[in-house]
């Protein structure tokens, strides 16, 4: 799929204050630092669409970006982050949760992982809240030029283990990702295009 436009729409804290519209949206979740904006970027060709920084705790709102003027790109906060207080960090933030159980629109979650460590346990916790409430997600592992090809496979190996062994019954659909190779781009945006192919059959 061709980005032609990229537009910030608003930024949030309250689920009910975002977009009316009722198009598409896909939101991008995991801990501080994972690199959920610079995916954003990457995918959109525009570094300074979503703000990214090395430094943990970048991203604190509910951001929508319009794209090609039909569907939702949301960047989020990251989860895991020690510095947010001791309550926040005993769970997910509630507009995040909050985010998660109201948003209509939402038809697709990625969940992003450093696809350098091994399964961590709020990353498993996380997509048990999205498995236990009946909302999608795809697998995104990122930062993928930091590893050789091997030590990749491997970890890949190591997560999938993992999750079926948490009882998943089937691995879920993921992509290999690297924001500064561009690897995974097509592959994340064809996806992106056939469900909202997908999505426009169904409608008529
Ligand atoms: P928060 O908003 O704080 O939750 O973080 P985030 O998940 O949005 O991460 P962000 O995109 O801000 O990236 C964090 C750091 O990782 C930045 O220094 C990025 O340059 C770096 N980074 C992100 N993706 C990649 C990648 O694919 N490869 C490499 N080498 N660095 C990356
Ligand atoms: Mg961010």
């Given at each position: 799929m061709q980005i032609n436009s990229a537009v910030f729409e608003i930024s949030n804290t309250d689920v009910g204050k975002c977009?009316?519209?009722r198009i598409p949206e896909y939101a991008f979740i995991g801990r501080s630092n994972v690199g959920k904006s610079s995916l954003i970027n990457m995918l959109t060709n525009n570094k300074k669409l979503a703000k990214t920084s090395g430094t943990p705790g970048k991203t604190q709102l509910i951001n929508h970006f319009k794209i090609n003027d039909n569907w939702f790109l949301v960047d989020l906060p990251g989860y895991g982050y020690a510095r947010v207080s001791k309550k926040q960090r005993r769970g997910f933030q509630k507009f995040i949760k909050d985010y998660f159980l109201k948003r209509e629109q939402l038809i697709c979650t990625f969940v992003l992982i450093d696809?350098?460590?091994?399964?961590q346990k709020i990353d498993l916790d996380f997509m048990g809240f999205l498995g236990e409430n009946q909302i999608p997600f795809c697998i995104v592992f990122t930062k993928a030029d930091k590893l050789t090809p091997t030590v990749l496979k491997r970890n890949l190996a190591i997560y999938k283990e993992k999750l079926l062994e948490d009882s998943w019954d089937i691995f879920p659909n993921y992509f290999v990702t690297s924001?500064?190779?561009?690897?995974g781009k097509d592959q994340v945006l064809d996806f992106i295009q056939g469900v909202n192919e997908d999505l426009k059959k169904s409608q008529h």
């Open positions: 977009p009316k519209n696809s350098r460590h091994k399964p924001a500064t190779s561009k690897e």
